[in-house]
């Protein structure tokens, strides 16, 4: 009798694979019950998935966090083949290609978060996790963001979506930084403040610019940019690295994309 074991790396390829196939029955199939079926099955597979995948170092107070990230780079790529019909194949099927892959990225960088968790200790690779997460979290905000501006609602319902998006990755980034020895403990309540600070401040700037007529995709760029320097000084704040040459890179990086909205305002 042949017995079969599947390693981590072979599960995280098997649901990355789940996943992609139901974003293709989602972009190939167009009656919308179907649709509601295939993203329901979408979004199940994701947490279970996740959950089985990462068995036996995944916890139930983990689960939660582990995935904030699946759930909304599924959520981008489903309003992304729902509000953008027109894109053409050859590049809705590199974007399976990518969405995939980084499918696949974000289940090796949570299980060394896991891994850290388990041991109470920082391992070789925790820092450049920390770092691949920041930089998955602004890949998936910006398709997340464009899909959820692109959607026929108010825009301080839209702002408030997206705020909410900005707070999850807030909470997501401080709970992978509580692992490192270096940073002082972060208490719960610190941790909602500052997530919540981070939510207020991008649903404040993205509420500024809901009023200049301008194309989804670019203010979901200048709105992920405002996330990207929240998170940078969060980072920076606990890290003990804040510097004026920082801020100022920050300051200037939000500056860049929002002079490109406003020049490219229709």
């Known amino acids: 009798m042949i017995r079969i074991i599947l390693e981590k790396k072979h599960k995280y390829f098997i649901f990355s694979l789940l996943i992609t196939l139901c974003l293709v029955g989602f972009w190939i199939l167009k009656p919308a019950n179907v649709r509601i079926l295939i993203a329901l099955l979408a979004i199940v597979i994701t947490v279970i998935g996740t959950a089985v995948a990462q068995y036996p170092n995944v916890k139930l107070n983990t689960v939660f966090y582990i995935t904030i990230l699946p759930l909304h780079l599924l959520g981008g790529a489903l309003m992304s083949l729902l509000v953008f019909p027109n894109l053409g194949t050859p590049f809705v099927v590199a974007s399976f290609i990518l969405f995939g892959f980084i499918f696949y990225v974000l289940y090796l960088v949570n299980n060394i978060f896991l891994v850290v968790n388990d041991k109470e200790d920082t391992i070789p690779l925790y ?140």
Not at 129 to 144: E, S
Not at 209 to 227: N, Q, R
Request: aromatic share 18%.
């Open 127 to 266: 820092r450049a996790a920390v770092t691949w997460a920041q930089i998955i979290i602004i890949i998936i905000a910006i398709p997340f963001f464009a899909g959820i501006f692109k959607l026929p609602l108010t825009p301080y319902f839209q702002n408030g979506i997206v705020a909410i998006a900005s707070f999850l990755f807030s909470v997501y980034l401080m709970w992978i930084l509580q692992f490192d020895k270096d940073i002082r403990e972060l208490r719960v309540e610190e941790r909602i403040l500052l997530s919540f600070f981070t939510s207020l401040v991008v649903f404040i700037m993205v509420t500024g610019v809901s009023f200049i007529p301008t194309e989804p995709f670019l203010k979901a760029i200048f709105c992920s940019s405002i996330l990207l320097s929240m998170l940078g000084y969060l980072y920076n704040h606990f890290t003990n690295r804040i510097t004026k040459r920082l801020m100022w890179e920050y300051l200037g990086i939000s500056l860049v994309f929002l002079i490109i909205l406003l020049v490219f305002a229709p």
